[in-house]
């Protein structure tokens, strides 16, 4: 029997938490993105759009299977040429990007355009696990970097969306 | 060191016969997906789409991820609720659709409309593997069902726009 | 000034009527969809669901969009070779099929599948704006049974998803 | 009858020079994306990739429909709200982020991000564009802006996946 959808939401928190992600760092990125579209824009409804986004079951199904990935990828429990290709975070692989597309089209195509920009500026939490997972031979995060970035790019669309309201 | 875009084509080749699908296979489907737009249509021209649309690194990524997921799941080497969630073919899952978009999108956007025709429709080896997946406990087709479909679809597109040239 | 979003869902749901299509010919499709997935389904929750992904943003953004296309191909007044095109529903053009999938995706991935199921078999409303764009020279349907399959289908989606809650 | 392949390259070139853009103004911003990734970089690569891109029929489509829909707002011929939603280049529109995933998409997931950040940062003659668009009430350039960046990011994206063979 698989957790109801709040419980996901819980057990996807703790596993950001424990690859090393607050809420709050999420929350940064996505105020960064929307401060100078949003003049008046605080923290708290950032916070409530990330909070949002965690509460949809496509991005529970993202989080689980791109963290699954990694820890994998860490544990050299893959095949090959899988391992390599993941653990070393090759450019051409791409998987990781499909895979937060879920994530990005939550509230809307705008979503698409903010992930990409967070995804080669690697803003906070973002370039911190994208160095970590390229210099500590024993850190994977090629699915986590993309997961936080399509994370806070939905919850920027959704600041956009009401701000608009 | 990863392996050559060659010898990726023959690795992904040799994965998808241990998982019991042959090339034929799928070139059967992409016949009779375009048999009644392309009146003269040879199995030839369908396998050499097949043989282009095995060619492409985005395809290849697809398949390694997907099939390694559903090996994983079969060996119950997941974590949960990841586990069950795949392992039962859960229908919201939806992580598999997600995947093989980069398939289905090889030859354009036609190509979606095949693979969501051939994922409810499931003909051939498709109907197959989801049935096996779904009756035999130790059987595990989430993804290959849907990476198959994918193949097949965009194989579909490169006839349908090479008829048309 | 553009409207506000509640009067937008009236601008959509008015041209839809006056496209030839109902909220009842959805509302059906949507539950042939879904009736084997959900044993005690009623025309009402599918009615629910059609008025849900109607209130979307993107989704109006879409029928505008689209809707202009075939209207302005049916008063010739496009250019070449665009006109013809969109006029004959040239299967290659493949534009419908992407402007519609920010309308199949407003309920998570599973909607793409269905999507590409109706666009294949036409059931219903799809088929008769396919054959009436196709047959009649005066009508133009080329986005607009691309609309009515992809709004169908993220309806069962959002069925779908409600009925596992 | 519509242009054969080659023809509507030549249509889709000149189209695109009309509204102001040069194949050069594209080759630019593709070596801009990719000389930090390609050490030895050159313009007539980007060139050739740009080239390709233009080449491909999907490209091609989304060309002709989306200048068609700046040309026609720039005329006021478009049905309003529509009219008014795409001449002032409303960011919550969106449509014109999803016609140039067809172009994104070309060469694989890695277009998407390139694209994304292409679009926020708006290097070159994207930015010209754009601001043209915004500043001069005759000028509207919502969808040309979204499709030269499409076009340049899956330049770019052909140049890496080449330059890794």
Not at 59 to 76: F, N, P, Q
Not at 116 to 124: A, E, M, N, R
Not at 130 to 153: N, P, V
């Given at each position: ?25 999420i929350t940064?990125i996505v105020?960064?993105l929307q ?11 950032c916070e409530d759009a990330v909070d949002r986004v965690l ?52 509230y809307?195509?705008?979503g ?39 994370i806070a790019a939905a919850a920027a669309s959704s600041v ?6």
């Amino acid at each position: 029997m698989t957790p109801t959808k709040e419980n996901m939401k819980t057990i996807c928190i703790n596993l950001l938490a424990k690859r090393g992600v607050k809420i709050s760092d999420i929350t940064e990125i996505v105020f960064d993105l929307q401060k100078k579209y949003v003049p008046d824009l605080t923290m708290a409804v950032c916070e409530d759009a990330v909070d949002r986004v965690l509460s949809k079951r496509e991005v529970h199904y993202a989080i689980l299977t791109g963290v699954e990935l990694d820890m994998l990828a860490e544990k050299k429990m893959l095949s090959e040429p899988l391992q390599s290709l993941i653990d070393s975070d090759n450019p051409l692989y791409g998987i990781d990007e499909i895979l937060v597309l879920s994530i990005c089209n939550v509230y809307g195509s705008i979503g698409l355009t903010n992930f990409g920009y967070v995804d080669k500026t690697k803003p906070g939490i973002i370039g911190v696990l994208d160095r970590m997972g390229k210099e500590d031979e024993h850190s994977c995060h090629t699915f986590m970097d993309d997961l936080i970035g399509a994370i806070a790019a939905a919850a920027a669309s959704s600041v956009a969306h009401n701000s608009a309201k």
